[in-house]
């Protein structure tokens, strides 16, 4: 059997330390990587050179960081199986980026709709960062020969663009990256504001109420949920026209297996408040070892360390060799 049929496809993902992980994340993305890592080979990052293209306040990026890799670890990503680091501690992100930067057009960079929201969202600084933010995506992407990358709906025009970027690159230079595809994941459902449900659940909302954190205590998820909006009908089913009950059907569906006629059939005749305080309990008791896992880990300062020195080390070897390849070709004098 060749090396090539043998080799796991490499997944590359990232996640930016800005603020806790929500039910949302949990659902969308974060719920399956540990699962992931059985099929694919792995690589975790921790997006912080991605979080400074809008002010951060340090101590608390620095802080943030290190709770979103014990956070990662807690939701199931086995150092042994997977290599899970810190973006800023591997450079090659950074190197490769500028040799990227200058193989991708100017044009090419300011038709990204998510530069014009984010410069209309932070137009007190809209600074170069932003502009080149997909570059130093696709060079965490091409520095690794990622064959798949789970995107969002608002990353797949970046991803479109690091697959441009490494084509044009191997076209000038020969063959030199992997072309990334996006990794669609069979993920459960699109989890809603709790306030708002037709908007997705978001950190970044103004109304604590609207999203459930992965750090909330019991009594606090079941206060939110308790605050859901849903209608004046009183009967749980699922219907576009019933987005709050659908929302919390898709929660509870997602975190018991069970479907939505079995969930109706279960709440039939109750009301919401049965229905609410149920959902909030599958929530509860999901989150209760991810939590009691994350504190233990952010306790010991380092064994965490120590994995992110382990991951930097492992991703370092790996993004250093394909620098200095990069470099060979484009003419850079080596000694």
Known sequence: MSEEMQRKKRILSGIQPTGTF???????????????????DCLYMVANLHAITVRQDPAALRRQTREAAAMLLATGIDPEK???FVQSHVRAHAELSWILACNTQFGELGRMTQFKDKSAKHADNVNAGLFTYPVLMAADILVYNAD????GVDQKQHLELAR???QRFNNQYSPTFTLPEPYIAKTGAKIMSLQE???????SD???NSFILMTDDADTILRKFKRAVTDSEGTVRASEDKPGVTNLMSIYSVLTGKDFAAIEKEFEGQGYGVFKEAVAGSV????????EEYARILADKQYLDGVLAEGAEKASRMADRMVSKVYKKVGMLQL
């Open 82 to 84: 997977s290599v899970l």
């Open 206 to 208: 103004t109304n604590a």
């Open 284 to 291: 509860i008791d999901a989150f209760r070892p991810i939590q």
């Open 197 to 203: 449900p037709e908007k997705k659940m978001s950190k």
């Open 164 to 166: 441009n970027v490494a």
């Open 22 to 40: 929500t039910l949302g994340n949990y659902v969308g993305a974060v719920r399956n990587w540990g699962a992931l890592q059985e099929e694919y």
């Open 148 to 151: 798949l990358v789970p995107v």
